[in-house]
């Protein structure tokens, strides 16, 4: 069964302080890798797509990788403006919806 | 060039009742997907819909219905309201019938009561 496991479900940081959230897939023909960012109330906000093992990508203090079984979504430094809940989906070759994990919960505290 | 804009923002309906929430895509594109995110989850694909006509459908009963227009907006059915249907309703633009990035609206916040 197609699934997406995202951990910790909740992570909080002093800020400065650096760490990675993890993604973990389970689906057959992956055609990508997609993280997004969610504002309590608002819409999801996308950040990355990753297509391929060994593939980083980079927006400000945010770097994500992935493997053929996990993606890190790394955050450098944070500042109390990254607090916001962190979204993973995939999407199969044979398939257009997007499959999400459930977030991690991300306070950055001053 | 707009982004993704939904309406309402919020909506409340008792159990039973129909409810039509709207969507309007992103500038230029021509693919819309509905989805349901219950509190705490992450979001649920309900369907797809390309050129007017559904290409894709979640696991959602045929009271979830749509339609996407001329102009690629959207409307979002739901019949014969649940209370398990209280969600936020989330629509996403991307271009193409087969779309790499979706981008995403705020979101309509439905409670049934």
């Known amino acids: 069964e197609d699934q997406v496991t995202q951990s910790p479900e909740a992570l909080r940081l002093q800020e400065g302080e650096s760490s990675s959230l993890n993604c973990s897939y389970t689906?057959?023909?992956?055609?990508?890798l997609f993280w997004y960012r969610q504002d309590p109330g608002k819409g999801p906000e996308f950040l990355f797509t990753?297509?391929?093992a060994g593939e980083e990508k980079e927006k400000e203090r945010l770097k994500a990788t992935l493997t053929k079984k996990e993606s890190f979504l790394h955050i450098t430094a944070p500042k109390p403006e990254d607090s916001a809940t962190y979204l993973c989906?995939?999407?199969?070759?044979?398939?257009?919806?997007?499959?999400f994990g459930s977030g991690t919960r991300l306070l950055v505290r001053p | 060039e707009t982004g993704v804009t939904q309406s309402p923002t919020h909506l409340i309906k008792t159990r039973g009742q129909q409810v039509t929430l709207r969507c309007s895509s992103q500038?230029?594109?021509?693919?819309v997907s509905w989805y349901q995110q219950a509190l705490g989850q992450g979001p649920q694909f309900i369907f797809q819909?390309?050129?007017?006509?559904?290409?894709g459908r979640g696991n959602f009963p045929p009271r979830f219905s749509g339609l996407q227009f001329p102009n690629y907006s959207s409307e979002l059915n739901v019949n014969a309201l649940e209370l398990d249907d209280s969600a936020l309703y989330l629509c996403?633009?991307?271009?193409?019938?087969?779309?790499?990035?979706?981008?995403f609206g705020p979101g309509t916040r439905l409670l049934v009561l």
């Open positions: 689906v057959s023909g992956l055609r990508g």
């Open positions: 500038s230029g594109h021509n693919t």
């Open positions: 990753l297509y391929s």
């Open positions: 996403a633009s991307s271009l193409g019938s087969n779309p790499e990035t979706q981008y």
């Open positions: 989906a995939v999407r199969k070759d044979s398939s257009y919806k997007l499959i």
């Open positions: 819909y390309y050129r007017e006509e559904e290409n």
